[in-house]
């Protein structure tokens, strides 16, 4: 298990990667069904909570796995049984959330036995690959250990948040600190024994493909607000609408995600990885809240929500904003520039996403028509104008 050339051309995502990743598609929808059952109760703090440490749980666990197997992936028994494992994971943390959320719903304490003991299986896996790869490559030997040790360090600190059991505060404030601690492994360990050798296309390549599963929550998202229409009214002009909207939104996310040059800058520029990688922390989650939001769109359409047409809309349109603030934010991170044309995109973008609050407001039925014009305004910009912006700017990055 040794580091792997990170100029390998050709390199895309293994089978066994693609299997991992089935995992995260139950993992994602237990996230967004939980928080689009508190959303319609109008329980908004417990839902963003239970959603954040879900969505943080789910995706670091990913980003370690995807960034260990970029680097040392060598497709033999061992990796195979520890990529089980990490599935496992997934999985019994998959089904701790549904009591997570209830927990925090509660306000009395985080039930987080499951979850915890999910997420705590996966890392343990990964602190097996770490040794394996201390073991067999010298080169790296360093920065092998130093993330085996402080990942084993953090994983302490969960097990003891599952026997402790402290009141709801406490424990959100410990996972905050926990959470920080994890983000800093990668930081330290890098930098103290030197980069791992992942690979900038492959990696890239990845992080499109998880997008790629969470927007299937869109579509589910989708297939739930037609349902509902077509129970309310049989089968009209008003589901077309909602069916091609909801469509057509997840189509526009999944185009203008792919405008972001992440595998060419990350060739040349390997040091921008870790804004990059970890910035997707926050655009995963919008697009994951956006499959939920379209959930709530549906209770509402049923009208058995217990929040109005407004507030129903505002779970989808916010999630949307987020995840196009994101996707900005993170190419002019990649590139270190920041694009007038851009800024000009994104307002157009936002302005559309309050038109839609504001129609919903002023008495049009629940559609998510409108927020799905929020991506078209950034794939008319990029198509006719930005990809020259981006041309431009590339080859001042490789010059």
Not at 143 to 163: D, H, M, N
Not at 171 to 189: G, Q, S, T
Request: proline share 4%; glycine share 10%; net charge negative.
């Amino acid at each position: 298990m040794i580091g792997r050339d990170p100029q390998q051309s050709h390199r895309g995502a293994t089978p066994l990667e693609l299997l991992y990743d089935l995992t995260f598609v139950v993992a994602f929808s237990q996230a967004g069904a939980q928080a689009a059952h508190l959303l319609e109760l109008g329980h908004f703090a417990a839902a963003i909570g239970g959603f954040s440490i879900a969505v943080f749980a789910v995706t670091w666990a990913w980003i370690n796995y995807s960034w260990l197997a970029s680097a040392f992936d060598n497709d033999d028994v061992f990796f195979r049984i520890a990529t089980f494992v990490q599935m496992v994971g997934v999985i019994i943390l998959a089904l701790g959330l549904p009591p997570l959320f209830h927990s925090i719903d509660e306000g009395h304490h985080l039930d987080n036995v499951l979850a915890a003991s999910g997420y705590v299986i996966m890392r343990v896996a990964a602190i097996a690959l770490w040794l394996r790869a201390a073991r067999h490559d010298p080169a790296h030997r360093r920065t092998a250990l130093t993330y085996a040790a402080l990942v084993g360090l953090v994983q302490v600190g969960w097990v003891v948040l599952i026997f402790v059991d402290p009141p709801l505060a406490v424990a959100m404030a410990l996972f905050a600190a926990l959470a920080i601690a994890e983000m800093l492994v990668p930081v330290v360990a890098e930098r103290r024994g030197g980069s791992t050798p992942w690979h900038p296309h492959h990696i890239a390549g990845r992080y499109g493909l998880l997008t790629i599963i969470t927007l299937g929550e869109v579509i589910r998202g989708t297939v739930l607000s037609v349902s509902a229409v077509v129970e309310a009214e049989g089968w009209s002009i008003g589901a077309g609408v909602v069916a091609f909207g909801g469509t057509a939104l997840a189509f526009g996310m999944w185009w203008i995600y792919y405008m972001m040059p992440s595998g060419e800058v990350l060739a040349v520029r390997r040091e921008r990885s870790f804004p990059w990688g970890y910035g997707h922390i926050v655009l995963f989650a919008g697009v994951a809240g956006t499959g939920a939001g379209l959930h709530v769109a549906a209770t509402a359409m049923r009208h058995d929500a217990h929040i109005d047409a407004v507030a129903a809309l505002l779970t989808m349109v916010i999630p949307v904003g987020f995840f196009i603030l994101a996707l900005f934010t993170l190419y002019a991170v990649l590139l270190r520039q920041l694009d007038p044309f851009h800024l000009l995109l994104f307002a157009g973008s936002v302005l559309v996403l309050i038109a839609a609050v504001i129609a919903v407001a002023a008495g049009a039925s629940l559609s998510v028509g409108i927020v799905a014009l929020a991506p078209v305004v950034v794939i008319v910009g990029y198509e006719t104008i930005g990809h020259r912006h981006q041309g431009a700017a590339l080859a001042q990055l490789r010059g």
